[in-house]
């Protein structure tokens, strides 16, 4: 069930006018949450419910099992860690592993196709199943850490790892976060109740109007990537998909945070203005931070992180833990190298400190800027490209510095790409970019809120773009 559906819409008056009911106490909404979200997720294909239900249970047994048993914890992990890597394997992964075996074997004459052998069910990519995977595995994680108590009651389990608002594309909510707040019905006051709504039309405007509007520039282009080989055009195009992904994905966790606030319960914040970095470090603490701070945790730090003495285990940590972020994204080649990327991205300023080194003045900070932004859009040519080599095409019409701007942007795209343009100036000089902070008058600041959020509806209504599903469903 996608958020930008009037279906969806029905689903939420069906689910809020129930919510002052069935919310009132434990096991009635934790059964409810459940239930619907079952409902919201198998709105695409119910078969895949199951999916959810079988690793769920495996977890929350496992959870149960490692407090129990503490001498066998880490046997009850491994199994939890086992079933729900080898599910995301088997339904994510294994036509890009049998495709790279055909290709090695055929090298060596061999006619064995083991892409043909792969049964149908598992060439179905279920939606968000990198997503709620992880937040599973995080919980027997936490419980084998000794960081979180299992739950007793099933039904609490799987509110938390079912919740709709997040189920399909994030942001990734750690059990220790959200299963102590599902422990009672949270009262939410007009303020929070305001803010939930607030998030949700930023959310709707920023995939509706802004991300859909320049989807168009986008698809075409790389669709037909002959068709322009102006240089220009196509880093404009890569400026119109780097701010479309990010719209359209941080749209889906403000829209996700905003119902939550709407139920009384707290998501973390999932974006914050990444492409304000000044260094690749701080990009990755800025962009779906509930990812980055996953793999930062469960991959990174285990690893041994920066705390080992060996600076080449220091590097390789790091790669590791970006490579796995690449091949988390898609199961293709350019994920992989996109996520290598940014290793190297991230390489070179360890090698170098130029980001510090060049924190000193406007100028050089404005450069700074400028330079990370470059490099995210060169690394999104891959993340987008239908293959590596279309990529490596695309980058070279890029820096060929040759042709012109021609005016196939379209006009939606053409005033969409000035909007956030302008809107990042904004974000990049303005200290503070709180409405209150500038309109000192608490009524006038209040009014003014509310007229803001009065016509980014009008605006999602009358300009929105063609609609599509959101880009992380994919993933």
Not at 53 to 79: C, M, V, W
Not at 114 to 127: D, Y
Not at 415 to 421: D, K, N, S
Not at 428 to 456: C, G, H, P, Q, W
Request: hydrophobic share 50%.
């Amino acid at each position: 069930m996608l958020f930008n559906s009037i279906v969806f819409l029905f689903f939420l008056a069906v689910f809020f006018g129930l919510w002052p009911i069935l919310g009132k106490k434990n096991n009635s909404r934790w059964v409810f949450i459940t239930l619907a979200s079952f409902v919201f997720y198998g709105w695409w294909d119910w078969r895949f419910i199951g999916l959810i239900i079988f690793s769920g249970l495996i977890d929350y047994f496992a959870g149960l099992a490692i407090e129990k048993n503490p001498s066998q914890s880490k046997k009850y992990l491994l199994l939890s860690l086992g079933v729900n890597l080898g599910t995301l394997v088997a339904f994510k992964y294994s036509l890009f592993f049998a495709e790279n075996l055909n290709f090695v074997f055929n090298i060596f004459g061999s006619t064995i196709d083991f892409k043909n052998s792969i049964p149908l069910f598992f060439q179905i990519l279920p939606v968000g199943i990198s997503f709620y995977t992880f937040q599973s595995m995080s919980y027997t994680i936490d419980i084998y850490r000794g960081e979180l108590k299992p739950t007793k009651n099933i039904w609490h389990f799987f509110s938390y790892l079912s919740m709709f608002p997040q189920l399909v594309a994030g942001p990734i909510v750690r059990a220790k976060d959200l299963l102590p707040q599902l422990l009672s019905k949270n009262k939410t006051t007009e303020k929070i109740r305001w803010e939930g709504t607030r998030l949700i039309v930023h959310g709707f405007f920023k995939k509706m109007v802004i991300a859909d509007n320049l989807a168009p520039i986008v698809n075409e282009s790389f669709n037909s990537p002959e068709l322009n080989t102006s240089s220009l055009v196509w880093w404009t195009v890569m400026i119109s998909f780097a701010y479309q992904i990010y719209c359209d994905f941080s749209g889906y966790s403000d829209i996700a945070r905003g119902l939550a606030k709407w139920m009384g319960y707290e998501f973390n914040l999932n974006f914050n203005y990444p492409y304000r970095s000044r260094s690749f470090k701080e990009f990755w603490q800025r962009w779906h931070i509930s990812l980055s701070s996953w793999f930062r945790d469960y991959v990174y730090i285990p690893l041994g992180g920066s705390q080992t003495h060996s600076k080449l285990r220091k590097d390789f940590n790091m790669w590791t833990t970006m490579l796995l972020s690449g091949l988390w994204h898609g199961a293709a080649w350019n994920f992989i190298i996109w996520g290598a990327l940014h290793a190297f991205y991230l390489q070179f300023e360890r090698l170098t400190s130029y980001p510090h080194k060049l924190k000193k003045n406007f100028l050089t900070k404005l450069l700074l800027h400028i330079f990370i932004l470059v490099q995210v859009l060169v690394a999104w040519v891959f993340f987008r490209a239908h293959s590596a080599g279309q990529a490596l095409e695309i980058l070279g019409m890029m820096f060929s510095f040759s042709g012109r701007l021609t005016t196939t942007l379209g006009n939606n795209g053409s005033i969409v790409l000035l909007i956030v343009i302008a809107r990042e100036f904004f974000c990049y000089f303005a200290k503070d970019r709180t409405l209150a902070s500038y309109v000192k008058n608490k009524f006038l600041s209040n009014v003014l809120e509310v007229a803001i959020v009065i016509l980014m509806v009008v605006l999602t209504v009358f300009f929105r773009g063609p609609g599509s599903e959101f880009i992380y469903f994919q993933f």
